[in-house]
């Protein structure tokens, strides 16, 4: 392969000294009757030795950059100058700094859109809070209740514009601390209240009071999530349930982000938490892509489920984030279970050197 490469790169000067080597041997026998054909095959000779050794030694260096190249592309590092830059490589330079300054461009742009939705969230915030207390003097129950699920789900809608904001924000806060599981738990109860009462379910809490490494705000928005989905999805009659537990394991376990944090849980145990809910469930063709991006379901394209599949896409970039494990499994018709996978510490008041 590297050879054919040499070749594609060399032939045409290959093909240019053959032509004159060609037309230099038939000038010599033709044209100089009177020397001796000895005389030619001996420089013929010696041309050939030093173009060999010198051709030689050229792809030999070639042979080593080509193996050096193939082994630094398996590298997620800049490679240029481990290889001693390529040729012309004041073009390159040129063309990168081009291609730097054009994405520095975007990325101030990107920002600066970013900035502008959350002040933006933050202005309607005001006169939505306003809505919501001008709507408890309905007097008519009926429509009060209605207005105010419509207000819910825009306060919603923009809680949920911010944190996605957020979390694309190169700037992305994110402390790592002892919080109290139920903390959490009991804080998306709260932010999910209104619709957990509207469709009337019973919440059942089976968890022991254990504290875990993590960012609270972001664990809540994860919960949101899988509460939200569990409102959404559930049937239109019947009786709904959510219930919470947890279910602790000793010694270590291998987290593909919280390597990194190896010094912070020695003598640690693992926490899962599991949020179930009896709702419609999830296709078994559907479960492997839940937390892809968009995903919406197979079933769910008839209009009655008001959904843009980045919810719990969001929610899984956020748990990767934060070195805990997302899954989920379910039993079509029957329930659906995510499982949260957290470190747990040595007990309250532990402060990790």
Same mark, same amino acid.
């Given at each position: 392969?590297?050879?054919?490469?040499?070749?594609?790169?060399?032939?045409?000067? $290959?093909?240019?000294?053959?032509?004159?080597? &060609?037309?230099?041997?038939?000038?010599?026998?033709?044209?100089?009757?009177?020397?001796?054909?000895? $005389?030619?095959?001996?420089?013929?000779?010696?041309?050939?030795?030093?173009?060999?050794?010198?051709?030689?030694?050229?792809?030999?260096?070639?042979?080593?950059?080509?193996?050096?190249?193939?082994?630094?592309?398996?590298?997620?590092?800049?490679?240029?100058?481990?290889?001693?830059?390529?040729?012309?490589?004041?073009?390159?330079?040129?063309?990168?700094?081009?291609?730097?300054?054009?994405?520095?461009?975007?990325?101030?742009?990107?920002?600066?859109?970013?900035? $502008?939705?959350?002040?933006? +969230?933050?202005?309607?915030?005001?006169?939505?809070?306003?809505? &919501?207390?001008?709507?408890?003097?309905?007097?008519?129950?009926?429509?009060?209740?209605?207005? =105010?699920?419509?207000?819910?789900?825009?306060?919603?809608?923009?809680? &949920?514009?911010?944190?996605? +904001?957020?979390?694309?924000?190169?700037?992305?806060?994110?402390?790592?601390?002892?919080?109290?599981?139920?903390?959490?738990?009991?804080?998306?109860?709260?932010?999910?209240?209104?619709?957990?009462?509207?469709?009337?379910?019973?919440?059942?809490?089976? &968890?022991?009071?254990?504290?875990?490494?993590?960012?609270?705000?972001?664990?809540?928005?994860?919960?949101?999530?899988?509460?939200?989905?569990?409102?959404?999805?559930?049937?239109?009659?019947?009786?709904?349930?959510?219930?919470?537990?947890?279910?602790?394991?000793?010694?270590?376990?291998?987290?593909? =982000?919280?390597?990194?944090?190896?010094?912070?849980?020695?003598?640690?145990?693992?926490?899962?938490?599991?949020?179930?809910?009896?709702?419609?469930?999830?296709?078994?063709?559907?479960?492997?892509?839940?937390?892809?991006?968009?995903?919406?379901?197979?079933?769910?394209?008839?209009?009655?489920?008001?959904?843009?599949?980045?919810?719990? $896409?969001?929610?899984?970039?956020?748990?990767?984030?934060?070195?805990?494990?997302?899954?989920?499994?379910? +039993?079509?018709?029957?329930?659906?279970?995510? +499982?949260?996978?957290?470190?747990?510490?040595?007990?309250?008041?532990?402060?990790?050197?």
């Amino acid at each position: 392969m590297i050879g054919v490469k040499w070749f594609q790169r060399k032939w045409r000067a $290959y093909v240019v000294l053959c032509l004159l080597i &060609m037309s230099y041997n038939l000038y010599f026998i033709f044209l100089m009757r009177t020397t001796r054909v000895e $005389y030619l095959l001996y420089l013929d000779l010696l041309v050939l030795v030093f173009l060999t050794v010198v051709e030689g030694t050229a792809f030999f260096d070639f042979w080593k950059r080509e193996r050096r190249k193939k082994v630094s592309l398996q590298e997620d590092e800049l490679i240029g100058e481990a290889l001693h830059g390529p040729e012309d490589s004041e073009v390159f330079e040129h063309d990168l700094l081009i291609l730097e300054k054009r994405l520095n461009e975007k990325f101030a742009e990107n920002c600066d859109l970013q900035d $502008y939705v959350t002040k933006w +969230c933050h202005e309607f915030k005001i006169p939505l809070s306003a809505a &919501m207390l001008l709507s408890e003097k309905i007097r008519d129950t009926d429509v009060r209740t209605d207005m =105010r699920e419509q207000l819910e789900r825009m306060n919603w809608q923009m809680n &949920m514009m911010m944190q996605g +904001c957020r979390l694309q924000s190169p700037l992305f806060d994110m402390q790592i601390r002892q919080v109290p599981l139920e903390r959490c738990v009991r804080a998306s109860i709260r932010n999910n209240q209104f619709f957990l009462i509207r469709k009337k379910f019973q919440i059942d809490m089976q &968890m022991e009071e254990v504290t875990v490494y993590t960012d609270e705000v972001w664990l809540t928005y994860i919960l949101d999530q899988i509460l939200n989905n569990a409102v959404k999805y559930a049937e239109p009659e019947g009786e709904h349930h959510i219930r919470f537990r947890t279910e602790k394991t000793a010694g270590q376990a291998a987290f593909s =982000r919280t390597e990194a944090f190896a010094g912070l849980f020695e003598e640690a145990f693992t926490v899962k938490l599991f949020v179930e809910d009896n709702g419609e469930g999830i296709r078994e063709s559907d479960i492997r892509r839940v937390f892809e991006k968009g995903f919406t379901g197979s079933g769910h394209h008839n209009g009655r489920y008001k959904s843009t599949g980045m919810g719990l $896409y969001l929610a899984g970039r956020i748990a990767e984030r934060l070195g805990h494990e997302l899954s989920v499994e379910s +039993c079509y018709g029957e329930y659906t279970r995510f +499982c949260i996978v957290l470190r747990a510490g040595r007990g309250e008041g532990y402060s990790p050197a």
